[in-house]
């Protein structure tokens, strides 16, 4: 398979197709790598491969649908084994007719990916670049003590290196580029009580259990905030299964409330995240989205992802991250996020 990784030579290809799974957080770690394939390929048409999302997930096309960075997308569902299911995949891809297929996934493991090769083969593709076809290829470098590992956006940009290089400390690369109707959400819903204060972005809710706090962690961590942030006001970010439990956590807060879960998409939670003094939450997509809009995050990792691998991008966040969420203490995180909240002025 490493052979699939030797560098383009000849004409440039005129369909090239990436290979993409994820939900909101993988995306937005991706969004650096799918930039640099939109600029290297101007003039390509642009096809992506990706998963139909799973309960309570929101799709790829969620994050980056108009940023213009790919022209179509070919969803499946990940773990198909009809086989007339797969056939009509593999017809889609043969009429896509890619020149290059770009795989750009997180590590599936040897004999996924040998599979996923023969698959593409199958279906015509005659060149695959950014195959994790290596062990140092496959798993995030170590980068200091502790199990401290690089980013997963930096092991993802090494994948890409025979087509150049990924520029992850530009901040243009992770820009969601907020439309002007996005940003004109944020404003109209931030707007009356909203007005001339700053806010707290708050994501209480997980959609997998090894990440979920629990409620009464929030109630604590809430209650807290609320003193030590008097005058801010508090928006809910999350989906439709997390309205409830953020419905009830908002009536602790002593100030203006905004509970946008299930009401707002991501790239809108977004847009409103960029104008709170910090965000509050779990390891998770609502997370990612705060960290791309430029807003401090005071987040809670436990042992789902090693240290660092999949963090907030930049600098300034507070990041808790223990083997068991249940050591850490609400008021040292509330702290934590205050001190974050108070450094943003208007």
């Known amino acids: 398979m490493s052979a699939n990784n030797a560098p383009i030579t000849g004409d440039e290809p005129d369909r090239v197709m990436i290979y993409r799974l994820g939900s909101i957080g993988d995306t937005v770690i991706a969004l650096p790598c799918l930039k640099f394939l939109r600029q290297r390929f101007r003039s390509a048409k642009i096809s992506l491969l990706t998963n139909h999302p799973r309960r309570g997930e929101a799709p790829v096309l969620s994050v980056i649908g108009p940023m213009g960075l790919v022209d179509t997308t070919i969803p499946y569902t990940v773990g198909e084994r009809d086989p007339l299911a797969l056939w009509r995949l593999a017809d889609r891809i043969r009429h896509e007719a890619p020149d290059l297929v770009v795989y750009l996934s997180a590590n599936r493991g040897t ?108 109630a604590t961590v809430l209650g807290e905030l609320t003193q030590r942030l008097g005058g801010q006001g508090l928006v809910m970010i999350g989906g439709p299964d997390d309205q409830d439990r953020s419905q009830r956590l908002a009536a602790i807060w002593d100030g203006p409330c905004l509970n946008l879960c299930g009401e707002a998409s991501p790239r809108q939670s977004a847009a409103v995240m960029a104008k709170a003094s910090v965000f509050i939450g779990t390891d998770g997509g609502p997370m990612h989205l705060a960290a791309a809009a430029g807003t401090a995050c005071c987040a809670l990792f436990g042992p789902y992802n090693q240290p660092r691998q999949w963090h907030p991008l930049g600098q300034g966040h507070q990041i808790f991250h223990v083997a068991d969420l249940a050591t850490v203490d609400p008021k040292a995180f509330a702290d934590a996020a205050a001190g974050l909240g108070r450094t943003v002025s208007l």
Request: with cysteine.
């Open 111 to 218: 004999v996924k990916m040998l599979r996923d090769t023969l698959f593409f083969r199958f279906a015509g593709a005659s060149k695959i670049l950014g195959m994790p076809s290596t062990s140092s290829l496959r798993r995030p470098r170590e980068t200091g003590p502790d199990g401290e590992v690089e980013s997963e956006a930096a092991r993802l940009a090494r994948c890409l290196a025979p087509l150049g290089t990924v520029d992850l400390h530009n901040p243009a690369s992770w820009s969601l580029d907020f439309t002007p109707e996005e940003t004109r959400f944020a404003q109209e819903k931030l707007d009356g009580p909203f007005r001339g204060i700053r806010f707290v972005a708050a994501a209480v809710g997980a959609k997998i259990r090894a990440k979920d706090w629990g409620e009464p962690a929030w």
